[in-house]
């Protein structure tokens, strides 16, 4: 089956191969760099994480990790970044992550004035803006994607993972464990693929998604429901689990579709008790980490016990499978973006006549 595969499947099922370039990256030729950034971060008073899309939820763990290091770090939007908070963070050290290095807003924050601020540019292509522009340079060394950032998403979170723990560590994680940890991805990937059409019952009612989680997991609710939007053009929410509770549980009834994130961790009972709970209101649950025992309204896609840190690499798995599958149930070329380019260049336009903004 694999020479019928398309450009979308092909990149989810490599992620393994390309994981293996990113840590070949990350304890060779990029080490030195690697190691220099986590010094800038150890010595920060303030650290800013921003990126847009697919690369701020990538960096989402990183902002957690950093914190419970003791250190005051936040993720801030690129866009928002720029328009409205830069002022805010001209004493930081900014983490600026890009899957291109060249999207228009990363580009317009490279240009503002800097004084002494020092820039950790984290990118998959070395030559581009912000790689040359940045004090210190992370090339991600990710196998590239087609359109849908895939291998570039999973290869960002390695990345960051690992900058996170030479901060915390203040020396190398150990690779053996490292490359334990890519091995059992590379069982989830297989897996996941295998069991494809298992998502059938669960995609069937064409409902909107709902992807809830809690500290590094949300980047996986965040990027899932970002994957539902582009591969099979749904509409799908993510946001914090604790939220859903205060009021958007009464969207939930027998059409209602939620993935609970309950990756191991302080909040992985909190997480369990919400699905169960909605599971009771009538809807229907599918939890996303270590299974537990399941019910009629609620099942589980099985993950092996990772530290709550390294969950997010392997929880969007399932989700990419599951936006994959429901693309083709409606039909829907596997990773054709419409509107979207892959890199965006323009702050106002998609570059289709007639949809650029009017000024104010």
């Not at 209101?281 to 990772?306: K, N």
């Amino acid at each position: 089956m694999q020479e019928n595969r398309s450009q979308l499947v092909s990149d989810i099922v490599a992620q393994p191969a390309s994981l293996s370039c990113v840590l070949d990256q990350q304890f060779g030729t990029g080490h030195s760099e690697l190691l220099r950034a986590a010094s800038v971060i150890r010595s920060a008073r303030r650290v800013l994480i921003t990126g847009i899309g697919a690369s701020m939820f990538a960096s989402i763990p990183l902002e957690y990790a950093l914190c419970a290091c003791g250190i005051d770090a936040v993720v801030v939007e690129a866009a928002e970044l720029l328009h409205y908070r830069h002022r805010a963070y001209r004493d930081a050290v900014a983490v600026v992550v890009s899957r291109s290095g060249e999207s228009i807003e990363i580009a317009k924050l490279l240009a503002m004035p800097r004084k002494q601020q020092l820039v950790i540019g984290v990118t998959n292509e070395p030559s581009s803006l912000l790689a040359r522009k940045a004090d210190v340079s992370l090339h991600v060394g990710s196998r590239s994607d087609g359109m849908v950032a895939i291998q570039t998403y999973t290869g960002t979170l390695m990345t960051l993972y690992l900058l996170a723990e030479m901060v915390r560590l203040s020396r190398d994680p150990a690779r053996n464990d490292i490359e334990r940890w890519r091995l059992s991805f590379l069982e989830v990937v297989t897996t996941s693929y295998e069991q494809l059409g298992s998502w059938d019952p669960f995609l069937e009612a064409g409902a909107p998604i709902y992807l809830l989680g809690r500290g590094p997991s949300y980047a996986s609710a965040m990027e899932g429901a970002l994957l539902f939007n582009e591969i099979a053009k749904i509409p799908a929410v993510g946001m914090p689990a604790a939220s859903f509770r205060h009021g958007p549980v009464e969207v939930v009834d027998d059409r209602f579709r939620g993935l609970i994130f309950a990756s191991p961790g302080c909040t992985r009972d909190l997480n369990i008790a919400l699905g169960r709970d909605l599971a009771r209101f009538g809807g229907w649950v599918r939890g996303i980490g270590p299974a537990q025992e399941s019910s009629p309204r609620m099942d589980w896609c099985d993950l092996p016990p990772v530290p709550e840190a390294l969950a997010p690499l392997f929880e969007i798995v399932p989700v990419q499978m599951a936006a994959l599958r429901m693309a083709q149930l409606r039909s829907i070329p596997e990773g054709s973006l419409r509107y979207a380019p892959q890199v965006t260049t323009d702050e106002a336009s998609f570059g289709i006549p007639g949809t650029r903004a009017s000024p104010e």
